[in-house]
């Protein structure tokens, strides 16, 4: 998420949301930070939970798993 911010449109997106909605719209950026330091703590704690400490291995846990019937593997092709 953070290269995502700071990205090289960023700086041109946020000079126009001040010069269109004026300086209020500021605090759409603050908002982020804050919104996004809680999902950091929520997932860790989730990810935790799970005995996973990184995206591969989230990934493995979620999608690894035995297939329930013959057709379970052809639904994934459709």
Do not use: A, H
């Not at 960023?10 to 605090?27: A, H």
Request: charged letters at 15%.
């Amino acid at each position: 998420m953070v290269p995502i911010t700071f990205s090289t449109d960023t700086p041109n997106l946020v000079t126009n949301l001040v010069r269109e909605q004026g300086t209020i719209s500021d605090w759409v950026w603050w908002s982020s930070l804050l919104t996004g330091m809680l999902t950091v703590f929520l997932f860790t704690k989730l990810w935790t939970s799970l005995g996973v400490s990184t995206n591969i291995e989230f990934y493995e846990l979620r999608y690894l798993k035995k297939t329930d019937g013959p057709f379970e593997s052809f639904k994934g092709l459709c």
